[in-house]
């Protein structure tokens, strides 16, 4: 079982609707979260980080759910700029090494 | 302020052959990470480097590849005797502590034949 799952997409969202997703990891002991963001043929970018109580950023919602072992994004009011490839990360011990899902693809049409 | 750098950029070698990938990391920052992604495919840890700690290698899928850093700054990952399953994007990540956040580089495209 691969420690952080995604599914793989594509959400096909009309521009200015909203658009939910999950990604679910296996370490129990996962300490930090986050969603990064990928645009095709780029390198990932933060997009942001993941808190226990859950955490808005514009149009963008992110959620926790520990008992569950899953994350969740939210993005509302969908920009055609807002198509790519959301990676979800997990971070699973004190030094930093981040293990990435396969991404989550979000395509806005017009 | 300047981000991290790669290069090359791209690089396409015959099977077989070395290939050495450099990456820039932000000036000042301690913690270096080198990821290898394949089409479709998400991340995969190879090897990080922490101020003049010890790197952990763990992630690092045969002894064909090695990195080393440098002053605590530019490192090169090399891979010896390439074979056509190491083609991916190599991407390069640094941050300024441990357990901050990763900025990542742009990644140099290896396409081995």
């Known amino acids: 079982r691969k420690e952080v799952e995604q599914d793989p997409g594509p959400f096909n969202v009309p521009e200015g609707a909203t658009v939910a997703f999950n990604c679910t990891y296996s370490?129990?002991?996962?300490?930090?979260f986050f969603w990064y963001r990928q645009d095709c043929r780029k390198e990932p970018k933060l997009l942001m980080s993941v808190y226990s109580s859950g955490n808005e950023d514009g149009r963008f919602t992110a959620q926790l759910n520990r008992a569950s072992q899953y994350i969740s994004l939210l993005i509302r009011d969908s920009k055609l700029s807002d198509s790519a490839t959301y990676l979800c990360v997990v971070k699973g011990d004190s030094w930093g090494k981040l293990q990435f899902g396969a991404g989550t693809q979000v395509v806005v049409t017009p | 302020g300047a981000g991290v750098s790669q290069s090359p950029s791209n690089k396409v070698t015959e099977k077989g052959k070395d290939v050495e990938l450099r990456c820039d990391p932000i000036s000042g920052h301690t913690a270096l990470y080198w990821y290898r992604q394949s089409l479709g495919q998400g991340l995969e840890f190879l090897i990080y480097f922490q101020g003049n700690s010890a790197p952990d290698k763990s992630g690092l899928p045969s002894d064909r590849f090695s990195a080393e850093r440098t002053g605590g700054s530019v490192s090169t990952l090399t891979i010896q005797r390439t074979q056509q399953e190491d083609s991916a994007v190599y991407l390069c990540?640094?941050?300024?502590?441990?357990?901050?956040?990763?900025?990542f580089g742009p990644g140099t495209r290896l396409l081995v034949l």
């Open positions: 370490n129990s002991a996962s300490q930090s």
């Open positions: 990540a640094s941050s300024p502590g441990t357990g901050e956040t990763q900025y």
